[in-house]
């Protein structure tokens, strides 16, 4: 279509759709009840969704009994008595002891431990890994000690020892030149 055949068809227009078309106003507002309709959708939602969340927690957090644990150490007052609680011999130096004590692993005494009043430590179990519980120390040397291969360590400044010998485990930490009187101390008691 030209713009001369548009002028004409726009000519043969009715004038009083023309003024019809002028005073049209197309209303903004939606219907009252559309919009009370939103409002109460709105307010639906959001009953439903804090009732869901007051609700959604009950089952999903566990309220258990009080569960007890049972202590892993159990402190002893005498030799005799750490003895009686693991099956093996504990021997100790000729030195004041500060404390006895027997370590608990799933309900079985595995391990004694003597902790001496200058601050060393001696400890005994059955099986062949380190016992010390010192974890990044060094090695400096390992002693040949009656037949023993006594690994010598450091760790910041602190000296301990770790051996086997028997089937068991030890460790000591402090001056290792006591070793040698713990381990022969240790198969008098296993042999007598």
Known sequence: MNGKKLLEA????????????????????????LRWGAVAACLCVAAVSAAVLLRGNEGLT??????????????????????EY???????????????SVLVVQGYPVMGQVEYADGSLYRVQYGSEDVSGIYGGETVETRDMTGVQVECCTFEGSSYAVWTDEGF?????????????????????AKG
Do not use: C
């Open 10 to 33: 726009v000519g043969e227009v009715n004038d009083s759709y023309v003024e019809e078309a002028a005073g049209y106003r197309k209303s903004r507002k939606a219907p009252l009840w």
């Open 62 to 83: 566990p309220d258990p009994a009080p569960v007890e644990v049972t202590n892993p150490i159990i402190t002893v007052d005498t030799v005799e008595e750490m003895e």
């Open 86 to 100: 693991l099956d093996f011999p504990v021997p100790v130096l000729d030195k004041e002891t500060a404390a006895l």
């Open 169 to 189: 485990s030890f460790s000591y930490t402090g001056d290792v030149n006591e070793v040698e009187t713990l381990i022969g101390l240790f198969r008098q008691a």
